[in-house]
Nanobody
Framework: VQLQASGGGLVQPGGSLRLSCVASGFRLGYETIGWFRQAPGKKREGVACISTRDGRTNYLDSVKGRFTISRDSAKNTVYLQMNSLKPVDTAVYYC??????????????????WGQGTLVTVSS
């Protein structure tokens, strides 16, 4: 099982990026995949997750209306479209399998497999 995250970069405030998380070693179709981020000196937080079985999604409150998580089963990929980016969105972003949602917040579990991170920097 492997997850490959990509798509990070430097973008100006108000700009957009699309992150990709490609799964290998298993077929997406029954798992939930989540995106997490960790900014320097801050705790890791769950940003968004999607059930690849039924497409249900959950989002961190601060990204609702700006970020969209989606999946492409044919490409075995989960995307995170990030619009209207702000400097506070600067972080290393990771994708992981099998997060859980508790009271609206997204957490990893002991069963989570992680991709390597991709750095998103929002700065003018």
């Amino acid at each position: 099982v492997q997850l490959q995250a990509s798509g990070g970069g430097l973008v100006q405030p108000g700009g957009s990026l699309r992150l990709s998380c490609v799964a290998s070693g298993f077929r997406l179709g029954y798992e939930t995949i989540g995106w997490f981020r960790q900014a320097p000196g801050k705790k890791r937080e769950g940003v968004a997750c999607i059930s690849t079985r039924d497409g249900r999604t959950n989002y961190l409150d601060s990204v609702k209306g700006r970020f969209t998580i989606s999946r492409d089963s044919a490409k075995n990929t989960v995307y995170l479209q990030m619009n209207s980016l702000k400097p506070v969105d600067t972080a290393v972003y990771y994708c992981a399998t099998e997060p859980k949602v508790v009271d609206g917040s997204i957490y990893p579990t002991v069963d989570s497999w992680w991709g390597q991170g991709t750095l998103v920097t929002v700065s003018s």
